[in-house]
Structures are given as C-alpha cells and as structure tokens.
C-alpha cells in the first residue's frame, strides 16, 4: 500500500499558538522554527516559517500546524539572531523549549532571554 501526504492529516497538530516574548535588550530575529516528533526521533522544520523580528519587551505571536505530532509530546526548537546595528545580525543560540503535548488550539509560550 502506497501512503500519502493526505493519509496522515489526522496526525496534524492545527491552529497552535507560538507565543514568543523578547526579554532581551536588543531586536532579535527569529529564522527558523524547528519541532521535535519523538514517534519518529527526529526534528522536522516548519518550511512555512518566514523570519519574524522582536523588538526588545514585546510578545509576537504565530499559528501554525504541525504535522505528525497531534496529541503528541513534542518541543520547539528556534534560531535566533540579535541586531547588531543596520543589516548585520548574529545568530546567537538555538534555543529548545519545554515538552509539551500538542493539541488542536493549543499555546506554546517562548521566552528569548
């Protein structure tokens, strides 16, 4: 039997709310989002995730879906840069958060400190 894409849309993880907080003094950006499918030990990326920028002290939200990990244990995984001044940016960490279990609607809160 040939599976397709289709077959596992009851595996997405729809509408999540990606919560990110910038505690940090300068703009950040963050480049790439990354989640973590344990049933298949490995990280996915999110393709559809465009570069969103921060500025210092604020909350900016996303909705995504994720595939393959509905009501499934997972974790997030950024890239994240600071503003070094005009178009120079350097990324600083990859930060990986909490486990949590996705669900339809769910809120994943990231804080880049």
Not at 13 to 19: E, S
Not at 38 to 63: C, F, H, M, Q, V
Request: net charge neutral.
């Amino acid at each position: 039997m040939v599976m397709t894409h289709t077959m596992f849309a009851d595996d997405n993880c729809k509408d999540v709310n990606i919560r990110i907080t910038n505690n940090r003094d300068q703009e950040i950006k963050i480049t790439e989002l990354w989640y973590y499918d344990y049933d298949a030990e490995k990280w996915r990326k999110e393709y559809t995730w465009t570069p969103l920028n921060i500025a210092p002290g604020i909350t900016r939200s996303r909705t995504r879906n994720l595939e393959h990990v509905d009501n499934d244990k997972t974790r997030l995984k950024f890239h994240v840069k600071i503003h070094l001044g005009g178009v120079r940016w350097r990324t600083i960490y990859n930060k990986v958060g909490e486990v949590f279990t996705c669900q339809d609607g769910c809120t994943v809160h990231f804080i880049a400190d």
